[in-house]
């Protein structure tokens, strides 16, 4: 590469490296908070309609700087697996297939022992991400399916899966999408119609359509229908004045010399064939604040390549690389119930990924499946692919049946001896077997907790990786026997991806390589993605993950980065490099508010078509109900001044009447407000949601606390009646709503004391918050339940 000594260095508060669900979270909340946000993607921007689709296009979608090519996709070929990336603005999200599951609770492991040797251990559990979730969804917007309303009603593949799942005792559920079924939040969802944009647009300034049902998520959707992250984070970001560039990749980094990092990077001709790699100029910029999340590969490549800039940087760094226990597999040629004729499951409708089936865990405990939880837990989702795919399965299987080809040439042979032209159109249905082939079979794709053994290392300058199926042969095989399992149960027969008659998998989830760790010798950064030793440098990408997710990674690296950002900005005034006495004006507009954060779980009942709690929980049609929220109190100063004591609710409320688990997002919580009589007081819910048919739901729930002795206090905080009504309401529209459903929630006393080791604060005075919070609680207990008695005046 050429240096380009004539370029002055530029200084910026933060860069942040990449633009996947690590890069584009952390752009949008620092700059959000008034710094100045430098993003640099070494790849292009993908307006919807210009993903490719023609042969010409799709020959120029791969990523090959050093042929001149800088496409969309980074395809990297392994001694032992493939991979496959993306290269773009809004990274890993344009081709991804829209599943954003939490990672399961009990998989947050600590030191758990590895089949191999060593141990898995996150310094990070379910209840520190649980709000940085909620956070994600709200911006991202996931829902899903919309199984049960017209227009999307007709998916073969998605009760296909649910149908095995039953037949086989396992777990089945439909996934939140990040996908746009409905014009706007709540309201009907419907094929192809204009989505309304938020207020400023998105930064393509382009029109948006709901999904259509094409089978193209993968490689890319141009309807804009995937709330990708170039349509949220990224256009909100820009919107706080973030600056984005494209065709920006960063070579090398290294501390700058008075504090900060200083970065070099290249500059890629997009639009048109640039010089080869290795003769574009080299520019230098500087930042006091350093975000790598480039993806596995391309954070732990900078890593590596700039190690000796980086004195102490640990051993941790390249280890716990796994593919997240990706498999691809098929059940092909798949038969109705009674196997008499070919079912169809007709893979190209729909979105990618439609459903979800889950296999146990052993740290989940008793289960009651066929799959006894003696293993590390998988999942099992259906694949999808567009239309013109069918096409080409239906032309490959022609020279494997040479019956069906001999047949046809034989027709047209004689139909062209006695002239008669008609034979043509008659035969060709009979050539592709009305397409039998492509219709019934479904693509199955398989994840879960493989074994983090492997290693990223440079070779000859380039990024290189070792590792194997073999030391996660007990996952591979456990979830090979489910994936056969669901084929047979669809009336298939199972078929291996061709690359596994070698041992070989494709991994579009690699994860590991810079691990996060409770200390050096453990990790290459700690559970904020902090590396250790270097203040200021974080990873905030798959990089950083200590092992597999074990489901699709996307949700849980994006919360990571939330968390991370947050704990960047508490510390960035007191521990911020000094750049010779140079501070940036605009880390001052960010005000640091003290807040209050914990998760309540909530479980009980719901009957639907009943309007008062009492009844229903005495009647017999009603069913299961969940809830986990969590409670965030933004500013304390705030809350604690104003009379209704406002809050937000965000998290998820499962029922099966409600199609599965819906997410809460935007409600709010009332703490100790007015109640019946001057002496009630009431924890009142305002919960928002949408359920399985796209109908926006409101559910209101009262906890009524009346003075009645310290015998009540028990379970008037921790029953909830509460009625479920039709649309999204504000308080003074409930009364004349229609009710939907009744019931009744509870907080056990396991789950309570869960709850008390979820509490969270940040800001500058995070003890005095907690405290301050606890106080106001407890008192207005006493005031209710415990009350000073007044002395008696003498007379």
Known sequence: MVRDRTAATEHVDVLVVGSGFGGSTAAYRLAQAGLGVVVMERGRDYPPGSFARTPAQAARAFWAPEAGSHGLFDV??????????????????????????????????????LPGGGYESWPVTRADLDPHYDAVE??????????????????PKVRAMRTAADRLGLEHFLPPLAVSFAPEPGARPGIGLPISEPDGGNLHGAARRTCRLCGECNIGCNEGAKNSLDFTYLSAARQHGADLRTGHEVRAIRPAPHGGYEVDYVRHGLDREGPPADRVPVRTLSCDRLVLAAGTYGTSYLLLRSRRDLPGIGEALGT?????GDILSFAVRTKDGDGSRPSSVDPSRGPVITSTIRLPDELDGQDHSGFAPSGRGAYIQDGGYPAFVGWLVEAAALPRDAGRAGRFLLRQFAAHTVGDPGVMSASLPGLLADGALSDSSLPLLGMGRDTP????????GALDAEWSTAGSAQHYARLRAALRAVSEALGGRYADSPHWLLKRIITVHPCGGAPMGRSRAEGVCDGFGEVHGHPGLYVMDAAALPGPVGTNPALTVAALA????TRLLEKRDSDLPARSGVRSQARHTYTQHNSVQFTETLKGSCTMGLSDPRAARRSPTREPLRARLTITIDDIDDFLARPEHPARA???IEARGLGGR?????????????????DRRELRYRLFLTDGTGSARTLIGVKDLAP???TRLWPATTTLPYVLLEGHLARAEEHAADILAAGTLHISLPDFLRQLTTFRTTGPSSAATLARFHAFFLDELRRIYWPLKRPRSRS
């Open 708 to 710: 009645a002795g310290l």
């Open 650 to 652: 965000d998290g998820w």
């Open 562 to 565: 939330d968390r991370a950002c």
């Open 76 to 113: 990297r070929g392994f001694r032992h697996f493939d991979s496959v990336v993306a290269s773009g603005l809004g990274g890993g999200s344009l081709i991804y297939a829209n599943v954003l599951l939490r990672k399961d609770e009990h998989w947050f492991v600590d030191r758990q022992a």
């Open 138 to 155: 709200r911006v991202l917007a996931p829902t899903p399916y919309p199984l049960d309303h017209p227009g999307y009603d007709d998916v």
């Open 662 to 678: 819906r997410p809460v997002t935007g409600g709010e919580f009332h703490f100790f407000g007015a109640g019946r009589t001057p």
């Open 320 to 324: 716990r690389f796994s593919g997240n």
């Open 453 to 460: 053994d492997g290693m990223l290392v440079l070779r000859r």
